[in-house]
């Protein structure tokens, strides 16, 4: 699984390394001879690259005579060289459609207006070639890569060799210094030192902590490309479609298992949905919350090490990715026996409430924040009835004391990242108002920590929470997730009936 590296790098040029020296002569020679030629493959265009152009094309107007370096990011490190699998860029998904590991897309301003486009990647080799056998990065560790040809058949985008990247910039400034340039910085470490090496302006230092000229920037590109996101296109709006049945299917995969869950734990529960999430996608979304008991208090529990225990509820917080890299984003909170007890179908049915004034607000033209206020409002109203809180409800919501048993807002945008667009400009995001095509989530809840003194023994360690997917439309709302059990007797049914193996 290990190969030897004697190789090296250097800043601007992607790794090229040396066959490793151990091997004689007589083997180097020996492993690269005798192999079949490389065949060229017939590039399937994907599905949408008519999409992909059109953003770029927005992107390049919104940025006139700017360079655009939006590279896809490179996976992290776990070990020495042992990484983290690895998720390209939303932003370059959203640009590309593509997900290879260290391309970087250029947009270089033409002196006639609009920009040249250029995807740089690393191609295909031969297997007689050293690339081919490169430790770390080779193609007979990796698998097979796509040639240029391939790639650029299959995205719809000029692409070009990666090793050409650093060249290309620096001729690229050298011909024309006075172009700025804007990147997404933190991605990948040779284009951004890359960057801050042609762009002395780069290097500047922070005064008064204000962001330098470059920050300013790259700032904005990112938040540009947030705020883009904001309303989806056909093509995105059926992902999240996609996402949201896959993610359903791993709801009921859980359901149906949790016998197995109750002997082992919310290890099983976390196991069962990313088995669902690897089969039908490309990964989780996001990391699983698989909370039984007082850990759905958490609302960050994503340990998932804890027992199953009937008689208490199970929150379980997940969404499937698809292998386009949009997400669902769903929580349904069950009884583990199939059977709330009074208190927690008195607090559940508080937060199903929620949960539909909240979804009843979301239209286009209402403001984002009135859905939050509407699901804050219901839960305000049944803790000051409930006597946890003293009411009126209006000085409640005004001093925000229900905040102590709510803990979150009721939902944000949801798409290729599960907290999506959260950079957009707040006047067009969370000061702004809704629009057909946007997706948000819908997820009221409602948390008794174990050690809460201000609320009667009976509430501490219940957490509920319920989150839906929903599409703003023309004409109102369409819940995603609404084939999801989600009322108190559908999801008692839906645990025993599925318990019974039905
Ligand atoms: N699962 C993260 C969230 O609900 O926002
Ligand atoms: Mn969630
Ligand atoms: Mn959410």
């Not at 490793?20 to 001879?33: A, D, G, H, M, V």
């Not at 994907?46 to 360079?67: H, N, V």
């Not at 099983?268 to 089969?279: I, P, S």
């Not at 239209?363 to 009835?385: D, I, N």
């Amino acid at each position: 699984m290990h190969v030897i590296d004697n190789g090296k790098s250097s800043v601007g040029e992607r790794q090229r390394t040396a066959a490793p020296q151990r091997y004689s002569e007589e083997l180097l020679t020996f492993l690269r001879s005798g192999w079949a030629e490389r065949s060229e493959r017939t590039p399937v265009p994907i599905e949408q690259s008519a999409c992909t152009a059109k953003r770029r094309q927005a992107l390049s107007a919104a940025f006139p005579g700017e360079r655009l370096v939006i590279p896809a990011g490179t996976a992290k490190t776990r070990v020495n060289d042992v990484k983290f699998g690895f998720r390209p860029s939303s932003e370059y998904v959203y640009l590309t459609g593509d997900r290879t590991e260290g391309a970087v897309l250029v947009l270089e301003p033409t002196p006639a207006g609009g920009h040249d486009e250029r995807l740089y990647l690393q191609p295909g080799t031969s297997p007689d070639s050293r690339e081919f056998w490169a430790p770390g990065h080779g193609e007979l560790e990796g698998g097979r890569r796509r040639s240029l040809a391939e790639a650029a058949g299959e995205l719809g985008v000029a692409t070009g060799d990666i090793g050409r990247l650093a060249a290309d910039l620096r001729e690229a400034v050298a011909a024309r210094p006075e172009v700025p340039s804007r990147m997404l910085r933190g991605h990948d470490v040779v284009p951004d030192a890359l960057l801050a090496e042609l762009e002395p302006d780069r290097l500047a230092a922070r005064e008064g902590g204000e962001p330098t000229a470059a920050e300013a920037r790259d700032r904005e590109l990112k938040a540009h490309l947030a705020g883009a996101r904001l309303v989806k296109d056909a093509w995105e709006i059926e992902q999240v479609r996609r996402a949201c049945a896959s993610t359903m299917r791993g709801f009921d995969d859980v359901v149906a298992e949790l016998d197995q869950a109750i002997a082992v734990g919310e290890r099983w529960v976390e196991g069962t949905f990313w088995r669902r999430a690897r089969a039908d996608g490309n990964d989780v979304g996001y990391s699983s919350v698989c909370a039984a008991g007082a850990h759905a208090c958490s609302l960050h529990w994503v340990r998932n090490d804890g027992p199953l225990r009937p008689g208490e509820l199970l929150l379980l917080d997940a969404g499937v990715e698809t292998d386009t890299f949009y997400t669902a984003d769903v929580t349904r909170t069950f009884p583990i026996s199939g059977t709330f007890t009074a208190i927690q179908r008195k607090v559940y049915n508080a937060v199903h409430d929620a949960l539909e004034a909240a979804i009843a607000a979301v239209e286009p033209g209402a403001r984002f924040r009135a859905y939050h206020e509407a699901a804050e409002r219901t839960l305000a109203e049944r803790l000051v009835a409930w006597g946890l809180l003293d009411g009126p409800v209006d000085r409640v919501l005004e001093r925000g004391l229900s905040r102590r048993y709510t803990l979150h807002g009721a939902g944000h945008m949801l798409g290729l990242d599960v907290h999506d667009c959260s950079g957009a400009p707040r006047a067009d995001y969370v000061d702004g108002v809704l629009e057909p095509g946007m997706v948000l989530t819908v997820e009221p809840g409602l948390y008794f920590q174990p050690g809460d003194l201000t609320v009667p023994a009976e509430y501490r360690g219940i957490g509920v929470r319920i989150e839906d997917d929903v599409l703003v439309t023309e004409e109102g709302s369409e819940n995603l997730t609404a084939a999801l059990p989600c009322g108190a007797g559908e999801v008692e049914n839906w645990v025993r009936s599925r318990r019974r193996g039905n």
